[in-house]
């Protein structure tokens, strides 16, 4: 029986020089990982493996399988292939993707094998390696948004102890970086009186365009109407 090993590794962070050497070489070895996971795997349930198929630097979460490079040649395998995965995270991050995917596999006639699930295999070709794979499913797409929450919880609470976390271009309205200490935040005056001012102007019924122009420009340059809503925004925060 014919195999295909799918493997994925998460997009990284522009690096340079040492660091961007190191990752490479971190990414090098997940890829020999996996297939090594899956090919160990495929001799246990003597599977011949044909083919290796790779998507470097993907996001499962926000790229479907069968819409990335790689996992867009699992769409037209025969029947009766069998398709080994590492882990349900290196294929799939979003649920809807993973039983969507499921679904058409079963219709296909392809049987979905993962190898190293929390150090036990997963044969979805069974009942409970589906239920098992639903359950494992929704696990792996909360993961990500998780550390999203915790991530945005922890920059949130260090920019109010004035840290800065972001470029100076991207510093919420009403906060400059400190000219005494480039790591850390203050308040600008200037900012905060035009967060009143566009307040008051919204207040009044004036629109976000025209609001835009009556305050002038900030950070050099003339507000969008989508940077006009989230200096409003700001209102709140200075008023506390």
Not at 134 to 155: F, G, H, I, Q, Y
Not at 227 to 236: E, N, P
Request: hydrophobic content about 35%; charged content about 25%; proline content about 5%.
């Amino acid at each position: 029986m014919n195999a295909i090993i799918y493997t994925r590794y998460s997009p990284r962070p522009a690096k340079d020089g040492d660091a961007e050497r190191a990752a490479a070489n971190e990414d090098a070895e997940s890829i020999r990982l996996q297939v090594d996971i899956c090919h160990r795997y495929a001799l246990m349930k003597e599977l011949f493996v044909t083919e290796t198929i790779k998507d470097p630097e993907t996001s499962a979460r926000q790229t479907p399988l069968f819409e990335r490079d790689g996992g867009s040649r699992l769409k037209c395998l025969p029947s009766g292939t069998h398709v080994i995965c590492s882990k349900l995270d290196r294929m799939f991050r979003s649920t809807a993707d993973g039983l969507r995917t499921m679904n058409y596999f079963k219709k296909q006639g392809i049987i979905l094998h993962f190898a190293d699930q929390s150090g036990c295999t997963l044969d979805l070709s069974t009942g409970e390696g589906e239920f098992m794979f639903t359950v494992l499913l929704a696990a792996a797409a909360l993961e990500p948004r998780r550390t999203a929450d915790r991530t945005s919880k922890a920059m949130k609470h260090r920019q109010s102890h004035g840290q800065r976390m972001t470029s100076a271009r991207t510093i919420p309205f009403g906060h400059q970086v400190d000219p005494n200490d480039p790591d850390r935040t203050v308040q600008s005056p200037y900012e905060i009186v035009k967060i009143q001012e566009a307040h008051g102007l919204h207040k009044g019924g004036v629109s976000l365009r025209n609001i835009a122009n009556q305050i002038g420009p900030i950070r050099g340059k003339t507000l969008s109407p989508s940077s006009v809503r989230q200096l409003i925004a700001r209102f709140t925060d200075i008023a506390k």
